[in-house]
């Protein structure tokens, strides 16, 4: 088996180094494509002199970003990392586990702490309401002390493993998400397929979360609310659009009337 581990960064100076040493560590080809802001890059491929540094001349956004990333990478999985994440020194090595203990299953995400507060967690995996919102599963509660790989609904692009086969059936990620959402809707899409996606809390993930855009600034209320439409109009089976409808709809209204009142 082979690897590529990928990160993409847009204003992230405070944490790429950081997230480059713990990508570094692992057994794998390693590319760092920067969407632009803040960065270094001939410093970064000086300290860095084993990672593909990839400078795009503009924000292309998350979806884009990755997509050209991947396009060029080699390894038959891809690991996506953001760069306010960062893997344990035996994550990857977690990963092969599971993929050996499961090699039907071609999509696997991480146990995500809080880098600020390592005994909360900041997700378990991806998962989606019955109204069609998407979530981190476990966001905020302890940290459970004992936890078994098992299904969720999709992985978390922060930190997500895919295999290169059906990374290419299904296209990548939908450019038209720009960025957020994009990696409930390519778990989402793989469901629809008949895939399986796995939790494995052996692969450990500290995250900050929002390091870049902020938790509420604009830009994150604006595309978070378009995507999360834009996702459920998309991929929600005709039976159960049809039976949550109005329901997501009031609901998203309601939050759109709160946050503009905040």
Known sequence: MTFSLITLSYHSKAQIERCLSALVAQDAEIIHADNGGDLDMA???????????MANPV?????VGMNRAVAESAGAWIGLI??????DAGWLNAMKAAIARYPDVKLFTSLQLNAEQPDRLD???DALTFFGFPYRAGIG???????????VFALCGAHMLIRRDLWDELGGFDEDFFCYCEDADLGFRARLRGERCLFVPQAIVSHIGSA????RSDFALYHG??????????NMPLALLIATFAI???LTLLGALKDTLR
């Open 141 to 151: 509660h302890p940290v459970p002390p004992h936890m078994e790989i098992a299904e």
């Open 225 to 234: 609310y378009r995507n999360r439409l834009w996702l459920y109009l998309k």
């Open 59 to 63: 924000n292309f956004g998350f979806a």
């Open 248 to 250: 997501h709809i009031g």
């Open 82 to 87: 953001n760069p306010d994440a960062f893997i």
């Open 123 to 125: 997700g378990a995996g």
């Open 43 to 53: 410093a970064l491929a000086k300290k860095f002199p084993t990672v593909r540094q």
């Open 212 to 215: 870049s855009l902020g938790v």
